[in-house]
């Protein structure tokens, strides 16, 4: 079982804050974001609730073109915080708080993504960090 997999059944339903898509050219995107994971120990990786497209997409059997994504806390995360896409084939370290990557090219563009965060390290984390928003953005053909 893939990580959205295993995350997904902890929650009946994900907390959409926004979700859209669009038609540029011809390829589709959608857009959606949920809450924030809080972290309050190093060393335990920490999931976001799951980000994805409405049940209906303009095409359903799309394949990724690339994704962009953005997360945020409440304040400013530790320097060594490490922070990962995953869908439910694979996990792609991030650079940084926003970018674009094609880790996930020809991938099924149906399917939802979590973002993972670890502090690495033992122990609390004091402050704890509360995350703000993590968003994705799919395009697909």
Not at 37 to 56: C, D, E, F, H, Y
Not at 69 to 75: A, D, G, L, Q
Not at 80 to 91: F, G, H, I, T
Request: hydrophobic fraction near 40%; charge should be positive.
């Amino acid at each position: 079982m893939g990580p959205v997999a295993a995350h997904a059944q902890t929650y009946a339903a994900p907390v959409f804050t926004k979700a859209t898509y669009e038609l540029t050219g011809s390829r589709f995107a959608w857009t959606a974001s949920s809450m924030g994971p809080q972290i309050t120990n190093k060393g335990q990786r920490a999931l976001s609730l799951p980000v994805v497209p409405l049940a209906t997409m303009p095409q359903a059997m799309g394949r990724i073109t690339s994704v962009r994504w953005r997360y945020s806390f409440t304040r400013t995360p530790p320097v060594d915080l490490q922070a990962y896409l995953c869908n439910a084939d694979r996990c792609v370290l991030l650079s940084g708080a926003e970018g674009k990557t094609d880790a996930f090219v020809g991938d099924d563009a149906t399917k939802g993504f979590v973002f993972a965060y670890r502090v690495p390290g033992q122990g609390g984390l004091a402050p704890m960090l509360q995350g703000r928003s993590n968003e994705v953005t799919v395009s697909y053909r």
